[in-house]
């Protein structure tokens, strides 16, 4: 029987990728901006370039198996001699507080029969075709899909020896340790259920990708394992953002609604209301509280949104972008959310519900290019680690 978490040969970047002003790793794809990837450019070894091949806007996916090629012949990406797990821990700054949150990352098998990976948001068709697309012609994981666990805690403490490598991305610090299998790891997390906290589409694409090979007659033991990054649901360094809607249709303010002097009076209401929801237009702010056991997502799609057209709709993180919406006329009005906190993430995902598109924000992503998983060179049956690293 193939295990279900184990360890792999990981694929890093070496020194000669990090001398530059930029580092070699980005953003994942669908949070590069166009002013971010011309940055990442300036490091001729930046993943950005493997990711979003041929350019911003177009897609040349031979030319991300080229450059992968390349960067190998180069030196400048390197398989690690023995298999093992990896630990990832990011420090990070928010409303003035430190956090830092601690991933374990290794290979999981992909589900057959049996389901122990829950989505809590949709996938789009579009993007999974685009990452199908680059996974077809590469057969390389070059990112994580971010998953939430709620057993194995010991696994999560931070290593005492010095990190292989540190990294400082969008004012981040990013730091990588090898972890020496065993076999209490792969036996600890047999039996556990996983929650996708982002990246449902590169979880979709791998799947895919398995069916796909299976119908060919081509499907590989390392065609089943997709490599995630695992933090445990108790992790102190867990953030869920949330993100606000702007809509060009207005919106009737009903005598449910009371209206608030300042953004920072409404920030301070909605802290102390989970189940509460804050409008904005040209007349002023607007607050009010409801008794729906529902996340603000939820509440926005079953009772303000069943009239719009989901093209009247953008989102927004910060209220500051949002007001900027409402100065360019195009929209009408702003509907400021609480994030769902995320044991209701859990709980809606393992019950299989899922939530609206854009409900959750798991805040920071976790970078792409940290150690890849390429199927042709990183999967091992020797899942001991007894080479020396």
Same mark, same amino acid.
């Given at each position: 029987? *193939?295990?279900? @978490? ?29 002013l971010m990837y011309e940055t990442y450019l300036k490091n001729p070894?930046?993943?950005?370039? !493997? ?11 031979? &030319? ?12 400048? &990406? ?8 990896? @630990? ?29 990976? +829950? ?35 010991? @696994?999560?403490?931070?290593? =005492? ?34 929650? !996708?906290?982002d990246g449902h589409h590169r979880f979709k694409t791998a799947m895919?990708?398995?069916?796909? *090979? ?60 989970? +189940? ?39 989102? @927004?993180?910060?209220? =500051?972008?949002g007001f900027r919406f409402l100065k360019s006329g195009e929209y009408?009005?702003?509907? !400021? ?12 995902? !393992? ?5 609206? =598109? ?16 390429? *199927? ?14």
């Open positions: 029987m *193939m295990e279900r @978490f184990i360890p792999f040969k990981g694929v890093r970047f070496t020194s000669e990728a990090q001398i530059y002003s930029i580092p070699p790793i980005s953003q994942p794809y669908d949070k590069i901006t166009p070894f930046n993943i950005a370039r !493997i990711i979003l091949p041929g350019g911003y806007e177009n897609r040349d996916y031979g &030319l991300a198996k080229k450059l992968y090629n390349k960067f190998l012949s180069r030196g400048v &990406l390197r398989v690690d001699n023995s298999p093992g797990f990896y @630990f990832y821990q990011v420090e990070f700054e928010l409303t003035g507080r430190k956090f830092r949150r601690s991933h374990l990352i290794g290979l999981l098998k992909l589900p057959g029969n049996e389901d122990y990976v +829950h989505a809590h948001e949709r996938t789009f068709p579009r993007t999974v075709e685009d990452r199908l697309n680059l996974l077809r012609s590469t057969s390389v994981n070059f990112g994580q899909v971010f998953l939430l666990v709620n057993r194995c805690k010991d @696994f999560f403490e931070q290593p =005492e020896n010095e990190p292989l490598q540190e990294y400082r991305l969008d004012d981040k610090i990013h730091r990588l340790w090898f972890i020496q299998p065993t076999p209490r790891i792969s036996r600890c997390f047999e039996g556990a259920e996983f929650v !996708i906290a895919i990708f398995r069916d796909e *090979m299976k119908e060919k007659g081509l499907l590989t033991p390392a065609i089943e394992y997709r490599m995630v990054s695992v933090s445990h649901i108790e992790d102190g360094g867990l953030v869920i953002l949330p993100t606000h809607r702007a809509a060009r249709r207005p919106y009737t303010i009903g005598s449910d609604f009371s209206k608030v002097d300042s953004t920072e009076k409404l920030r301070k209401l909605m802290k102390e209301n989970v +189940h509460s929801l804050g409008v904005i237009t040209k007349e002023g702010i607007f607050f009010k509280t409801y008794n729906e056991l529902l996340t603000g997502a939820e509440y926005l799609e079953k009772v303000i949104f069943a009239d719009y057209d989901p093209g009247d709709i953008n989102y @927004f993180r910060e209220i =500051e972008e009408e009005v702003l509907f !400021i959310l609480n994030p769902p906190d995320i044991k209701d993430v859990w709980d809606y995902a !393992i019950s299989g519900k899922l939530l609206p =598109e854009k409900s959750t924000d798991f805040y920071p992503k976790v970078p792409t290019g940290l150690v890849l998983y390429d *199927m042709n060179r990183s999967f091992s049956d020797d899942h001991t680690g007894k080479k020396s690293h």
